[in-house]
């Protein structure tokens, strides 16, 4: 598992990881709408409440963790509402991933799709509610996908997605996700941080003033 961010660290991209579990790993990316020093009190308080709360809520052998991320959500929405002192969009992508079932259960708040490429190709982690900090009693679902022996997983911010290069003299072509797909499906390592890297690198080409952020991680057995 390993994360690769890139830029001057002017946007709101935050990203964690940690343990929560002897078989759970919690982590989640969110980019928090406006400029970083606008945003720090936020960043501040979504990391506490991941850290603490995530910690807390899946301690369990034997939770219900579609339950349990559902309830974390809730409780990220309203900390950074509480945090902005009003609305503030924050689209998130939130996961915890079982080391010994293979799983990942995850909530995708309005944030870029994350890929998990396999054997059979690679499958896109859509949007499974609106971003955080918009409404108070937003619903969010939090299924749960299976993660294949030597499936990668990656997860990128919207800096990546929208960083924009000429492709002609008048015309310009976001870097997009179908291109961070095609990416993913020619890089041969296992190296989780080279893998970020291999997806990140390419946009020395496009230029973006936004942070770039690619989050990734390999089942190796």
Do not use: W
Not at 148 to 155: E, G, M
């Amino acid at each position: 598992m390993a994360a690769v961010f890139c830029s001057k660290r002017v946007a709101g991209d935050f990203y964690d990881a940690l343990r929560v579990g002897p078989q759970r790993i919690l982590f989640g990316l969110l980019d928090v709408a406006g400029r970083r020093d606008d945003n720090r009190g936020i960043l501040t308080s979504a990391q506490k409440i991941l850290r603490t709360m995530g910690t807390e809520l899946f301690a369990g052998n034997d939770i219900n963790e579609s339950e349990v991320m559902t309830e974390l959500s809730h409780l990220l929405n309203r900390g950074i509402t509480d945090a902005a002192h009003g609305v503030r969009s924050c689209p998130a992508f939130i996961g915890c991933y079982h080391e010994e079932l293979g799983t990942l259960c995850y909530t995708n708040a309005g944030h870029t799709p994350a890929l998990l490429r396999d054997g059979a190709g690679v499958l896109e982690l859509g949007s499974t509610g609106l971003p955080l900090g918009l409404f108070s009693h937003a619903t969010i679902e939090a299924p749960t996908v299976a993660v294949p022996r030597d499936a990668v997983f990656l997860l990128v911010s919207r800096g990546v997605v929208e960083a924009e290069g000429k492709i002609s003299k008048v015309e310009d072509l976001q870097f997009g996700l179908e291109r961070v797909k095609e990416r993913l499906g020619n890089i041969a390592s296992r190296d989780a941080r080279e893998i970020c890297i291999g997806i990140v690198d390419p946009l020395a080409d496009h230029m973006t003033h936004e942070d770039r952020t690619a989050f990734a991680f390999v089942r190796q057995a």
